[in-house]
């Protein structure tokens, strides 16, 4: 199993420029994830995909979009590149594990991205 | 709001030292608890986790962390470190029953030294 794949590993746009994202999964989870990790900041919540065919916003989803496209792919997309989402793109994703405490997604992380805006 | 503090950006410790690194969280009930590790260049690698039960948890790489619920904690300790225990380590919480939110604290990065 390759895990979590995600593509390009790096990335330079310029201002304004759009770009898309891909992550693919081939454990057959159904929830996937997109973070940005900024130094200082440890990883924050862009989007998450809970299952195929729904999507929904995390903490910071201002200038992005997603796309669950089936069940393995799930992809983030900037329609008009800004420096200020300069960042390291990582997508994730989960399988429930049954705790006595409830249900639980253990996440799983794909190498990221790196991007730069100029 | 939930939230999750390490204290410490930087530590450096030197090979077969031991290690502690701190998390403390913020957050009415007791959460979910997990460490990761990120190797340079790498993706995030989930280290342990604690869910409930024993407060003492083993992980993998000779790494265990414990709860303490009165100071609403989980360090990190491995006893002996080896160079290649350098990386950035990260805390992350969920909310008890958090289906699909992780909260991450900033990270502490750990330089070895031979």
């Known amino acids: 199993n390759a895990g979590v794949t995600q593509t390009p590993k790096f990335q330079v746009l310029k201002t304004g420029q759009s770009m898309t994202l891909q992550c693919a999964q081939d454990?057959?989870?159904?929830?996937m994830y997109w973070y940005r990790q900024d130094p200082g900041m440890g990883l924050r919540l862009i989007y998450y995909?809970?299952?195929?065919?729904?999507?929904d916003k995390g903490e910071v989803p201002n200038g992005y979009n997603v796309s669950r496209l089936n069940k393995r792919e799930f992809s983030l997309r900037l329609e008009s590149a800004a420096p200020s989402q300069t960042s390291v793109y990582f997508c994730a994703s989960s399988e429930v594990l049954r705790t006595s405490g409830g249900p639980y997604n253990e996440q799983f992380f794909g190498p990221g991205t790196r991007l730069t805006v100029l | 709001a939930q939230s999750v503090t390490q204290p410490d950006i930087h530590i450096t410790v030197s090979e077969g030292a031991s290690l502690e690194l701190r998390c403390n969280y913020s957050?009415?009930?007791?959460?979910?608890l997990f460490w990761y590790v990120q190797s340079p260049g790498q993706g995030l690698q989930l280290l342990l986790k604690y869910f409930s039960g024993d407060t003492l948890v083993q992980g993998i790489k000779g790494f265990e962390a414990e709860f303490k619920r009165s100071q609403s904690s989980f360090n990190l300790r491995k006893p002996s470190v080896h160079w290649s225990d350098a990386a950035e380590y990260f805390c992350?919480?969920?909310?008890?029953?958090?289906?699909?939110?992780?909260?991450f604290g900033a990270g502490t990065r750990l330089a070895v030294h031979p």
């Open positions: 957050y009415g009930a007791t959460p979910y």
């Open positions: 454990m057959n989870h159904n929830s």
């Open positions: 995909s809970a299952s195929e065919g729904t999507t």
């Open positions: 992350a919480v969920a909310p008890g029953g958090g289906y699909n939110k992780l909260i």
